[in-house]
T-cell receptor, first 115, second 113 residues
Framework: KAGVTQTPRYLIKTRGQQVTLSCSPISGHRSVSWYQQTPGQGLQFLFE???????NKGNFPGRFSGRQFSNSRSEMNVSTLELGDSALYLC??????????????FGEGSRLTVL | AQTVTQSQPEMSVQEAETVTLSCTYD???????LFWYKQPPSRQMILVIRQEAYKQQNATENRFSVNFQKAAKSFSLKISDSQLGDAAMYFCAYSRFREKLTFGTGTRLTIIP
């Protein structure tokens, strides 16, 4: 089985711009979660989508948004970028249903640098 | 709110020796999962070991084992016969069914040849 795929792997943006990150989960997984990883704040939960619906949401401003498509692929968008948005954005997938053991399968991440 | 604490920012161990990473957590729930994830320098996070809170028996995966003390809210990871490939950031994490993972701040493990 192919793992979780995130694109792009690296990107550089300037303040005020917006960015879209993409995540393809493991085949058959219907839940996709997004985490932000920074040296200062560690790993913080952004949101989770299950069957195209946002099921959980972290404490991030409205500039951070996401969506999930019918094929379970997910995108997250950050608008009006700030310097503090520089981070590694990790996507993780799971089955999300009763068979879920709680384990998440992570992608390699998208490294965003905001200048 | 649930919190996970890893009090050892860095640890080192000689190759082939044993090392224990500490983790404590705070929750008022009785049913939950605990995890140890490993993030090597290549950055992809992978699961090392998982423990369901209702199970009294400590989980074991080859050279990796945990000491789960539910009353003390402690969940330590023991790595036996340490190998160079074990060098990574190790994150302790907590979750409940269908809820987010709450991570600790991580422990950077260095293996000394």
């Amino acid at each position: 089985k192919a793992g979780v795929t995130q694109t792009p792997r690296y990107l550089i943006k300037t303040r005020g711009q917006q960015v879209t990150l993409s995540c393809s989960p493991i085949s058959g997984h219907r839940s996709v979660s997004w985490y932000q990883q920074t040296p200062g704040q560690g790993l913080q939960f952004l949101f989770e989508y299950f069957s195209e619906t946002q099921r959980n949401k972290g404490n991030f401003p409205g500039r951070f948004s996401g969506r999930q498509f019918s094929n379970s692929r997910s995108e997250m968008n950050v608008s009006t970028l700030e310097l503090g948005d520089s981070a590694l954005y990790l996507c993780a997938s799971s089955s999300g249903d009763r068979a879920n053991t709680g384990e998440l399968f992570f992608g390699e991440g998208s490294r965003l640098t905001v200048l | 709110a649930q919190t996970v604490t890893q009090s050892q920012p860095e640890m080192s161990v000689q190759e082939a020796e044993t090392v224990t990473l500490s983790c404590t957590y705070d929750t008022s729930e009785s049913d939950y999962y605990l995890f140890w994830y490993k993030q090597p320098p290549s950055r992809q996070m992978i699961l090392v070991i998982r423990q369901e809170a209702y199970k009294q028996q400590n989980a074991t995966e080859n050279r990796f084992s945990v000491n789960f003390q539910k009353a003390a809210k402690s969940f330590s990871l023991k790595i036996s016969d340490s190998q160079l490939g074990d060098a990574a950031m190790y994150f302790c994490a907590y979750s409940r069914f269908r809820e987010k993972l709450t991570f600790g701040t991580g422990t950077r493990l260095t293996i000394i040849p």
